[in-house]
């Protein structure tokens, strides 16, 4: 089993930055890809960044790209998302989660961290 427990979230106005965290506790994340995902009320949930945690190569959506960096510290197991020029449509749960490198599904989720962006 993995555990993620996210954190960081918070009200900010556009233009902001805002780091989230996503600590990770449970089984060897060598052959696991991290990801960050975001869902705003009304709309489907929608790919942001990921990272494999071997080799730290990382790939971002369309959304925020440019605006977003994903990074993990191994040692503390934990995955970092850096978003910066935040904009109000960026307002959504963020959520962080992991999949055994080859799968199509990501099988482990975090609950969640706020995000909102005012205007």
């Known amino acids: 089993q993995v555990a993620l427990v996210e954190s960081g979230g918070g009200s900010v106005q556009a233009g902001g930055s805002l780091r989230l965290s996503c600590v990770v506790s449970?089984?060897?994340?060598?052959?696991?890809?991290m990801g960050w995902f975001r869902q705003a009320p009304g709309k489907e949930r929608e790919f942001v960044a990921a990272l494999t945690w071997s080799e730290g190569r990382s790939a971002y959506g369309d959304s925020m790209k440019g605006r977003t960096s994903i990074s993990r510290d191994a040692a503390k197991k934990t995955l970092w998302l850096q978003m910066n020029s935040l904009k109000p449509e960026d307002t959504a749960v963020y959520s962080c989660?992991?999949?055994?490198?080859?799968?199509?599904?990501?099988?482990?989720w975090g609950q969640g961290t706020q995000v909102t962006v005012s205007s």
């Open positions: 449970g089984r060897t994340l060598i052959n696991y890809v």
């Open positions: 989660a992991a999949k055994r490198r080859g799968e199509s599904e990501y099988e482990f």
